[in-house]
T-cell receptor
Framework: GAGVSQSPSNKVTEKGKDVELRCDPI?????LYWYRQRLGQGLEFLIY????????KSGLPSDRFSAERTGESVSTLTIQRTQQEDSAVYLC?????????????FGPGTRLTVL | AQRVTQPEKLLSVFKGAPVELKCNYS??????LFWYVQYSRQRLQLLLR??SRESIKGFTADLNKGETSFHLKKPFAQEEDSAMYYC???????????FGTGTRLTIIP
């Protein structure tokens, strides 16, 4: 079946503008994650959604970052008033969320460049 | 707080030689460890997880709780093993993964 998809694949924006990144998880996956990968660094956890539970927002770096998820489907990550340090690849992953931990399936990422 | 350390950013190995990618973690409880791999122009994907205790593409990794390590090994490197490898930690009841900074493995023909 189809894997996790993300759009756009690339986004170039000017400092101060807002951007919205989209993630379509694998159908039936109840858990959805957003990560950020800055150049030369590892993946940094941003936010986690699980079903109808309150999301785990503990990784969001500032209040300029927010994310929503509609039920168990699409999620959007919004960055307001973008800064140059927001430039990174933003990765989305989904999983079945089996007890004891499960495999996360990653999308291709959105490369964000803030000029 | 948990942390994953991959001390080598770059590793070059001749084809046919053994490969070892190092991973150390810090976590006081019972961790679950993973290796993820990203081949050129492909998405990040799971390579193996310690609870499965299986060999994938000839790679194995053993969790050593005494040394808090989860090194990835392969006895004979192949050119198609060239990729970026990430070690990741998941803790029980906490579904987010903590990733290391990754090691870029290059296999020299």
């Amino acid at each position: 079946g189809a894997g996790v998809s993300q759009s756009p694949s690339n986004k170039v924006t000017e400092k101060g503008k807002d951007v919205e990144l989209r993630c379509d998880p694998i159908s039936g996956h109840t858990a959805l994650y957003w990560y950020r990968q800055r150049l030369g660094q590892g993946l940094e956890f941003l936010i986690y959604f699980q079903g109808n539970s309150a999301p785990d927002k503990s990784g969001l770096p500032s209040d300029r970052f927010s994310a929503e998820r509609t039920g168990e489907s699409v999620s959007t990550l919004t960055i307001q008033r973008t800064q140059q340090e927001d430039s990174a690849v933003y990765l989305c992953a989904s999983s079945l969320r089996l007890a004891g931990g499960d495999t996360q399936y990653f999308g291709p990422g959105t490369r964000l460049t803030v000029l | 707080a948990q942390r994953v350390t991959q001390p080598e950013k770059l590793l070059s190995v001749f084809k046919g030689a053994p490969v070892e990618l190092k991973c150390n973690y810090s976590y006081s409880g019972s961790p679950e460890l993973f290796w993820y791999v990203q081949y050129s122009r492909q998405r990040l994907q799971l390579l193996l997880r310690h609870i499965s205790r299986e060999s994938i593409k000839g790679f194995t990794a053993d969790l050593n709780k005494g040394e808090t390590s989860f090194h990835l090994k392969k006895p004979f490197a192949q050119e198609e093993d060239s990729a970026m490898y990430y070690c990741a930690l998941n803790t029980f009841g906490n579904e987010k993964l903590t990733f290391g900074t990754g090691t870029r493995l290059t296999i020299i023909p």
